[in-house]
């Protein structure tokens, strides 16, 4: 209702920050049509906040909102075990995973381009264990935002397709660097070599729009590969976006085993730097 009264923000974005409201009518759209699956009201207030047409994109998805889900749980276990952890979520759009996942303890730093960090700040509200950090995540200076000595778990959702390998090594290296020794994990999605390359190619969606290029794209093989050379980065598990919750994809599950096939969807990614004993 209050948000009803509040005025519409039309966003000024072009490009790779456009793609924040990509996932957002996931998000916002899964929690009005399958709400026991996932619920999140706020990303629906934002989404009627927004002045876009988000049909653009196409019909709601489903991608976007397994993602959220599956990390969700991931950074929830985390908290568990390190309730006044430290998340640095890389590339965060507009996501409200915050405020899903808060335990009153939490301490999160938001590592996004300026333009977006300035929609954030029209449409979501502040906390004191949130900050925004104007910043791109392959800044060399990433480390100096870090603090680990109460946990670290990183979050980048959406984010690694558009940077280049080398760019996503460097990153992942750079955090193994700054956890300082500490127990770490990791979350991140990479999308197929294959969807890659139609991205450069110019993928155009269904009602018109153009995602920008992904320049990085990663079978399961290509992650493990990947991970392999950043020191201490072990790879814990790699489901597809199709396999994550079977019962909601049983076709696409099945055919994610089948080793060629398996190698087109996008697949999410959790792994961890191990603590480091002294
Ligand atoms: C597809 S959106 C994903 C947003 C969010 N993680 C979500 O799931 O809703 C990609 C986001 O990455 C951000 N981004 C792109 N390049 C970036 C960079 N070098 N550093 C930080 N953020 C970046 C964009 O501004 C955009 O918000």
Redo the contacts with the bound molecule.
């Keep these: 209702m209050e948000a009803e009264m509040m005025a519409r923000i039309v966003p000024d974005l072009t490009g ?2 456009e ?2 409201l ?3 009518r996931s998000r916002a759209g899964m929690s009005v049509l399958e709400r026991e699956f996932f619920d999140d009201p706020m990303a629906v207030e934002l989404y009627n906040r927004i002045d876009y047409d988000f049909a653009r994109f196409g019909p709601v998805t489903q991608w ?1 909102a397994i ?2 889900k599956y990390s969700d749980a991931l950074i929830n276990t985390y908290l568990n075990r390190f309730p006044e952890a430290q998340v640095v979520a ?6 409200t995973q915050f405020w899903r996942v808060d335990n009153g303890r939490v301490r999160w730093l938001c ?3 300026p333009e ?1 960090i300035t929609l954030r700040r029209q449409l979501l509200p502040e906390s004191n264990r949130l900050t925004e950090l104007p910043l ?3 800044d060399p200076t990433l480390g100096d935002h870090i603090d680990p000595s109460r946990g670290l778990f990183v979050t980048a ?3 690694f397709m ?2 280049t390998e080398e760019d996503v090594r460097e990153l992942l290296m750079r955090i193994g660097e700054a956890r300082d020794g500490q127990e770490t994990e990791v979350f991140f999605d990479a999308m197929s070599p294959r969807l890659s390359r139609k991205s450069l190619k110019g993928w155009t969606l269904e009602n018109g729009y153009v995602a920008p290029r992904m320049p990085f794209g990663a079978t399961r093989r290509g992650v493990r590969k990947l991970a392999k050379s950043v020191p201490g980065l072990l790879v814990e598990a790699t489901p597809l976006y199709v396999s994550a919750y079977p019962e909601r994809s049983r076709l696409f599950s099945v055919l994610g085993k089948v080793p060629f096939l398996g190698d087109y969807p996008p697949t999410l990614v959790h792994a961890r730097f191990p603590a480091v004993e002294w």
């Design positions: 790779v920050p793609t924040l990509w996932p957002l976007a993602r959220a890389l590339g965060e759009g507009i996501e590592v996004e381009l977006t791109s995540a392959t959702a959406g984010l558009y940077l």
